[in-house]
């Protein structure tokens, strides 16, 4: 089936409304948890908004959208055959490329036949008595599951942060954003365009809106490092180089702290002379790409480490920023990569263009949105574009869009917010939700990972998981509140060990007004994160509850 195809393709057996699992979600994630379980011979249905495979690859359509962790590395991995049947085109896959291909696997698998599209789950209990997880779909159907799983991602279409600024209902412009993007090309030809934000979509947005754009403003409240990714086309004999060393590529992905072959640098920032730390940033940033930041062993660690690396970076905008007063305000101060670092394409080239406009809003912020622009303390600009880059909810946002509880109908949101904050065991599963599973939830390596790697580190356990239980005859697992405890814990030690904490960003969740603070990610490595969860597989799944016995009613 073709991508055209499946906008018209209809799941035929509507009468199916109990499965072992119901997966959400379309993306990465839910696509190979569908072929995990598939394979292994349960019963799946997958159910994704989207009119379309792809996740957040399917809605974020923005001008310059481009993943930043190299294709070679941003696929997945768990079929040879499959790695080598894809050729990427260039090193940084754009959004359109991760789209074909998301659909190329879909077809290969031929994933389609268990997706219902266009369709949203919107609730999802926990049935004690029948030990099964009621789900309620957006148009009124009510399916069930032994298993409920979530792929929705850190970042989801669900959870964008459209800031809450007055007067944006009698706005007489178009406004958009990043991460909702139309279908639809918008032409910016001739028009005047403000963007907000410049983080990773904003810094991906800017350059292409400007070269079309009459006018671009940039409204900017923190300035941003970004790397410049140096983007190419791959080569016929590296692809190649590639496929031939599968095996090879794979097992140092999934061994390695961030998801990508290579580990970080064993030496420190501060023991290096100076004169060749020099060098070593200059080569970094000349090859292009996010390898900087594993540089030195302390980049992350030690303020004083990380501090000799942003001031290189800080260097580098005095150098492409030909107007004092502008590189003055696209100066950071935040520790280089606290903030999930950025990759560019002639992002600060674009503040020497005439028609771009940077506006400081720690300076003068924003007042309102008027119906023919955006109003600050200082000026009123006149915009007929608005682009919110603003980000997302991140983390639990996807999650807390959907009304999910658990036993007692404890809620999940009214469990990890207006309790201690975010509690799981292993980023995996949380206390009083059995049978439930997260891929890349809170407190797992997720999106300070290489995401398709963490991605099928989960799905295969998850997979693993539910086979052992199938064939141990156990009707729930469940985290047990001293285990969660613990991880929830560790993870907190292990990012106070960090710079990370130090810095308001999305990963902390600084970003959504009133959201509970904290650092919702496991940033011990995602080859260690592995040995973690596997050695407690291996020792029949310690720190959850396995009951094999329990007197479940069956559901008719
Ligand atoms: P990000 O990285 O959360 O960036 C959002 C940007 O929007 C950032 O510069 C924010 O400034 C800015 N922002 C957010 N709210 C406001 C308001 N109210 N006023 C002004 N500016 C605001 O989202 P992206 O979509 O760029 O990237 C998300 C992830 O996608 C990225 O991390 C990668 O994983 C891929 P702030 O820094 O909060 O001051």
Redo the contacts with the bound molecule.
């Keep these: 089936m073709t991508a055209n195809q499946q906008q018209f393709y209809k799941i035929e057996k509507n009468q199916v409304t109990n499965f072992e699992a119901i997966v959400i979600g379309a993306g990465f994630s839910g696509l190979y948890m569908l072929n995990r379980l598939r394979e292994a011979g349960f019963s799946v249905r997958v159910y994704e908004k989207g009119n379309g495979v792809g996740g957040?690859w399917y809605w974020?359509r923005y001008p310059g959208a481009r993943c930043?962790s190299e294709s070679i590395y941003y696929n997945y991995t768990f079929s040879e055959e499959l790695y080598k049947e894809w050729t990427w085109s260039s090193r940084y896959p754009e959004q359109a490329e991760i789209l074909r291909y998301l659909n190329f696997v879909a077809d290969r698998l031929d994933l389609r036949q268990d997706i219902q599209f266009n369709t949203e789950i919107k609730a999802a209990h926990y049935d004690e008595t029948h030990n099964l997880w009621r789900i309620d779909l957006n148009d009124g159907t009510c399916v069930s599951a032994k298993y409920f799983i979530t792929g929705v991602g850190?970042?989801s279409v669900n959870a964008t942060?459209v800031?809450a600024?007055k007067g944006l209902d009698r706005f007489e412009g178009k406004w958009y954003h990043?991460?909702a993007w139309p279908h639809e090309k918008i032409d910016f030809k001739g028009k005047r365009v403000g963007v907000?934000?410049?983080?990773?979509?904003?810094?991906?947005a800017i350059p292409v809106i400007a070269q079309k754009a009459e006018h671009l403003t940039v409204?900017?409240?923190?300035p941003?490092y970004t790397i410049p990714a140096r983007n190419r086309p791959l080569d016929l004999e590296f692809i190649e180089k590639t496929k031939e060393n599968y095996s090879e590529i794979r097992r140092q992905m999934h061994e390695s702290f961030g998801g990508f072959p290579g580990n970080r640098g064993d030496r420190s920032a501060l023991e290096e002379p100076p004169e060749n730390r020099q060098s070593v940033y200059e080569a970094a940033w000349e090859a292009g790409g996010l390898a900087i930041r594993s540089t030195y062993k302390d980049i992350m660690t030690n303020e004083a480490a990380n501090n000799t690396v942003s001031d290189f970076l800080r260097s580098k905008i005095r150098e492409i920023v030909q107007d004092p007063e502008v590189h003055g305000k696209l100066m950071p101060t935040y520790f280089f990569a606290t903030?999930?670092p950025?990759l560019d394409t002639n992002y600060f080239e674009t503040y020497n263009r005439k028609n771009v406009t940077l506006v400081d809003?720690r300076k003068s912020?924003?007042e309102e949105i008027t119906p023919k622009g955006l109003r600050t303390t200082e000026a009123e600009y006149e915009l007929d574009f608005l682009v919110?880059?603003?980000?997302?909810d991140?983390v639990t946002g996807p999650l807390f869009k959907i009304d999910i509880r658990g036993k007692d109908g404890l809620s999940l949101k009214e469990k990890w917010e207006d309790g201690a904050l975010v509690k799981t065991y292993l980023g995996l599963s949380t206390a009083g939700f059995p049978n439930f599973f997260i891929i890349t939830g809170p407190e797992s390596p997720s999106?300070l990972s290489n995401v398709p790697v963490a991605i099928e580190q989960h799905v295969e356990w998850i997979g693993d998981c539910i086979q052992y239980l199938h064939d141990h005859g156990v009707e729930t697992i469940e985290a047990k509140a001293e285990a969660e405890e613990a991880w929830s814990k560790h993870c907190k030690e292990v990012a106070d060990s960090t710079l990370y904490t130090k810095t308001?960003?999305?990963?902390t969740g600084?970003?959504i007004a009133d959201k509970p603070r904290g650092f919702p990610i496991y940033i011990g490595g995602i080859g260690q994160y592995r040995q973690i969860i596997d050695e407690i597989a291996a020792k029949g799944y310690e720190g959850f509850s396995l009951v094999t016995h329990q007197k479940t009613k069956s559901y008719q």
């Design positions: 957040a974020s930043d850190c970042l942060n800031p600024i990043t991460g907000i934000g410049t983080g990773s979509s904003g810094v991906q409204f900017q409240r923190t941003q903030k999930r950025v809003l912020p924003i919110f880059a603003t980000g997302y991140g999106v308001d960003s999305w990963l600084a970003n």
